[in-house]
């Protein structure tokens, strides 16, 4: 099957893990790009003690891309309760910490060997292979560094940075960009898994000159310690902060409301629904697509993977290309 639109999702968490398990059933030539600014639970862990890269979001987009068992997808994300040094990691971690180790220290090789084992239907790759930590500076002049410690803080975050200066993009990251039809960045935590991404000189540069449109895909809810109060709008906004004004050519929004028994439980954590006005983001001059995006998992609200990449692919379908290129269908 012919995949010539190259799609680049940009993002982290379980965010970007979740959209490119709905674009890999379209005939596209994917690359995730992966925030590695963890430094909590086991991906925290292991950073610390083998000064490797953090494995989860890496390990969850891998096993996202892949066309595996679902009983290895199970024992692949299996955490460990109990054991002496084993209690809170994930086999996949481990996995992929051996990898590092056999592959002499390269985070990128050991990437490789775990997709093809895994039959990732796409390319996984680290926004750098340098250990970056994230800082942010609030409203009132406070400053926190690491990824993890920021959302305590619950209060208005004024500005994200990199404590290390001169950190480059993993290799294949800028070509992958400069390639791509389509660049799209979330869904996911803005402050902590978005834009840490776009702190990277090289990575933000490349976005910014790239003539391809940009998706952002918004979040449902508002996020406690980051997006308190946030609209899409907001969102929006800072995102443009970092990559300026325009540099997003279509927002992708929900516009079904939330289960009232799941909205109550946000309500009580100090979270809410993402509201848009989509008169005031077509007068922004952002494209709007907006369906019902949401997926009721358990006891959490997640982006549907078939609904969010469905609308990234409206876009994606809008892009000339040559005659050549055949109609994308589901496989």
Known sequence: MRRDRKVVAIGGGTGLSTLVRGLKHYPLD????????????SSGRLRDEFHMLPPG??????????????LMDKILQYRFDTGYGLEGHSLGNLMLTAATHICEGSFVKAIDVMSQLLNAQGKVLPVTETLMTL??????????????????????????FLLEDGIKPAPGVVEAIEEADVIVLGPGSLYTSIIPNLLIPAVREEI??????????????????????????????????????????????????????????YLEDGSEEVRFDRKKLRHYGTNVLAGDIVDYNRDYIRHDSDAIAGLVMQRVLRIKKPRSFQELELK
């Open 208 to 265: 910014i000159r790239s003539k391809v449109p940009v998706v952002y895909i918004c979040n449902v809810m508002t996020q406690p310690g980051e997006t308190k109060g946030y609209d899409a709008m907001k969102h929006l906004k800072v995102v443009e902060s970092y990559l300026g004004k325009a540099s997003i050519d279509t927002i992708v929004v929900n516009n079904e409301p939330i289960a009232e028994d799941y909205l109550e439980r």
């Open 57 to 70: 979001d890496i390990r969850n987009v891998i096993l996202a891309l892949s066309e595996v068992e679902p």
């Open 30 to 41: 994917i690359t995730a790009i992966v925030t590695v600014g963890d430094d909590g639970g």
């Open 135 to 160: 800082a942010a500076e609030f409203e009132d002049g406070t400053i926190v560094k690491g990824e993890s410690k920021i959302p305590l803080q619950e209060q208005p975050i004024k500005r994200l």
